[in-house]
């Protein structure tokens, strides 16, 4: 998630502290820096000169250049400009109805059928009953999508009679829900290009039916500025109260995110960071530009931890890695705790990009090798676990054939093992409780 612009900006923040005086001219140069870092991120030119604007003016000024650490100073200047930039923190879904709406609008192909399901699961996670309405009646296999998505949250779905208009599925999705007892509706419609008057004529007619309290435009982060455009046109004819960004995991540039609030005028206020139906985060603006710069989102991270972890098993392994005690088979158990967590890539990117942290690389994490790393440690036996100096020639190919790896594999894993033991020596012992929030 904005690798591309957050290597950028770490690199003008470096040379920056690098400089034993920074000058006007030195925070200039690198104010140039900052705003082509902006463009090539494909943040919106309208968004990015009056920001540079405003970070100059301060930057600029004599508090920064006599300070001691100037570029500290820019880098929170650069940090609340970025807070601003992004707007307001997002508030949970404002429900009032008997049952509440929420309908889905957007192009197609930008997540919202899966947004649907991910909303659903946050709904029940939060004491209500939804129910899910297939709207899509355009494309072939998206009630089957619906229908499998549904079932993977365990909600029940509305699906469409033949021939049956869209308004009249509403009408009849709302008086089931009242029958059923359901609280909230999530009506999906299908994609639909702005410049389609009789679409946008239909999607109209569809919110005047079912009034909703909620009217999200689903876009998907990675299409840039046409997500910012196409928001901007669809709030045109609906009122839409938000923005949910998707599929912010693969968004290396960052720039619909830095743009949609300024250019379309709408807020964004979920965030969906990976395919998994848990991964929607409520957007909140400190924590993205904490992201952004580099500086990590622990917070974010924390309540991962707390709801993914399993807290006895992690304080068992913190007081292991304390004690100097830590065997292959607890850094399996570590490797499982931390794959609850989801994808280590993301993991990685919620850590500050500084200090002993600063060369992870959440690019080069090979989910499948801590997939075999597992293997390997499955296919010894307890007392290989416990004292791997036993492992000679013959035990390496044993376990190498159980685990379906190599020799080589085997041993690049042991290296790894003494090296994470060497390393351990200089860590205090609560590191791992408070990393992941224990």
């Given at each position: 998630?904005?690798d591309?612009?957050?290597?950028?900006?770490q690199?003008?923040?470096?040379?920056?502290?690098?400089?034993?005086?920074?000058?006007?001219?030195?925070?200039?140069?690198?104010l140039?820096?900052?705003?082509?870092?902006?463009?090539?991120?494909d943040?919106?030119?309208?968004?990015?000169?009056?920001?540079?604007?405003?970070?100059?003016?301060?930057?600029?000024?004599?508090?920064?250049?006599?300070?001691?650490?100037?570029?500290q100073?820019?880098?929170?200047?650069?940090?609340?400009?970025?807070?601003?930039?992004?707007?307001?923190?997002?508030?949970e879904?404002r429900?009032?109805?008997?049952?509440?709406?929420?309908?889905l609008?957007?192009?197609?192909?930008?997540?919202?059928?899966?947004?649907?399901?991910?909303?659903?699961?946050?709904?029940?996670e939060?004491?209500?009953?939804?129910?899910?309405?297939?709207?899509d009646?355009r494309?072939?296999?998206?009630?089957?999508?619906?229908?499998?998505?549904?079932?993977?949250?365990?909600?029940?779905?509305?699906?469409p009679?033949?021939?049956?208009?869209?308004?009249?599925?509403?009408?009849?999705?709302?008086?089931?829900?009242?029958?059923?007892?359901?609280?909230?509706?999530?009506?999906?419609?299908?994609?639909?290009?702005?410049?389609?008057?009789?679409?946008?004529?239909?999607?109209g007619?569809?919110?005047?039916?079912?009034?909703?309290?909620?009217?999200?435009?689903?876009?998907?982060?990675?299409?840039?500025?046409?997500?910012?455009?196409?928001?901007?046109?669809?709030?045109?004819?609906?009122?839409?109260?938000?923005?949910?960004?998707?599929?912010?995991?693969?968004?290396?540039?960052?720039?619909?995110?830095?743009?949609?609030?300024?250019?379309?005028?709408?807020?964004?206020?979920?965030?969906?960071?990976?395919?998994?139906?848990?991964?929607?985060?409520?957007?909140?603006?400190?924590r993205?530009?904490?992201?952004?710069?580099?500086?990590?989102?622990?917070?974010?991270?924390?309540?991962?931890?707390?709801k993914?972890?399993?807290?006895?098993?992690?304080?068992?392994?913190?007081?292991?890695?304390?004690?100097?005690?830590?065997?292959l088979?607890?850094?399996?158990?570590?490797?499982?705790?931390?794959?609850?967590?989801?994808?280590?890539?993301?993991?990685?990117?919620?850590?500050?990009?500084?200090?002993?942290?600063?060369?992870?690389?959440?690019?080069m994490?090979?989910?499948?090798?801590?997939?075999?790393?597992?293997?390997?440690?499955?296919?010894?036996?307890?007392k290989?676990?416990?004292?791997?100096?036993?492992?000679?020639?013959?035990?390496?190919?044993?376990?190498?054939?159980?685990?379906?790896?190599?020799?080589?594999?085997?041993?690049?894993?042991?290296?790894?093992?003494?090296?994470?033991?060497?390393?351990?020596?200089?860590?205090?012992?609560?590191?791992?409780?408070?990393?992941?929030?224990?």
């Amino acid at each position: 998630m904005f690798d591309g612009l957050q290597d950028r900006l770490q690199g003008v923040f470096r040379r920056l502290k690098g400089e034993g005086r920074v000058s006007e001219e030195v925070l200039k140069r690198a104010l140039r820096e900052i705003r082509l870092a902006l463009l090539e991120a494909d943040v919106h030119f309208r968004v990015v000169k009056p920001f540079i604007a405003r970070v100059s003016e301060r930057a600029l000024g004599q508090d920064v250049l006599e300070s001691l650490t100037p570029a500290q100073q820019v880098i929170k200047i650069v940090r609340d400009e970025l807070i601003d930039l992004l707007g307001a923190d997002s508030e949970e879904l404002r429900l009032s109805g008997r049952p509440a709406v929420i309908l889905l609008c957007g192009l197609q192909g930008s997540g919202k059928t899966t947004t649907a399901g991910k909303l659903a699961r946050r709904l029940i996670e939060r004491g209500r009953r939804p129910l899910l309405v297939a709207g899509d009646l355009r494309r072939a296999a998206a009630v089957d999508q619906l229908r499998q998505v549904g079932a993977a949250v365990e909600v029940p779905v509305v699906e469409p009679m033949a021939a049956e208009k869209v308004t009249a599925l509403a009408s009849r999705a709302l008086a089931e829900a009242r029958r059923r007892g359901f609280d909230t509706l999530i009506f999906d419609t299908a994609g639909r290009l702005h410049v389609d008057a009789e679409l946008m004529a239909e999607l109209g007619q569809l919110a005047e039916a079912l009034q909703p309290d909620e009217t999200f435009f689903v876009a998907d982060s990675m299409t840039g500025q046409d997500a910012v455009s196409s928001a901007q046109e669809f709030s045109r004819s609906l009122a839409l109260t938000g923005v949910i960004l998707t599929k912010l995991d693969g968004d290396t540039r960052g720039g619909a995110a830095l743009s949609i609030r300024t250019i379309a005028d709408i807020p964004i206020r979920f965030l969906g960071t990976g395919e998994k139906l848990d991964e929607l985060e409520l957007f909140q603006s400190e924590r993205m530009a904490s992201r952004i710069l580099g500086l990590g989102d622990v917070l974010s991270l924390i309540e991962k931890a707390e709801k993914g972890l399993d807290g006895a098993e992690t304080e068992r392994l913190a007081r292991r890695m304390a004690r100097r005690q830590f065997t292959l088979e607890d850094l399996r158990d570590h490797l499982r705790q931390l794959r609850r967590l989801g994808p280590l890539s993301q993991v990685l990117e919620m850590l500050p990009k500084a200090g002993p942290l600063g060369k992870m690389d959440a690019s080069m994490v090979d989910e499948r090798q801590l997939a075999r790393v597992e293997a390997m440690i499955d296919s010894m036996t307890p007392k290989e676990r416990q004292f791997p100096r036993i492992l000679g020639a013959s035990r390496k190919k044993r376990i190498a054939r159980g685990s379906g790896t190599r020799v080589q594999d085997v041993n690049q894993l042991l290296k790894q093992y003494r090296m994470m033991q060497r390393m351990m020596k200089n860590v205090k012992g609560n590191w791992l409780k408070r990393t992941l929030g224990g």
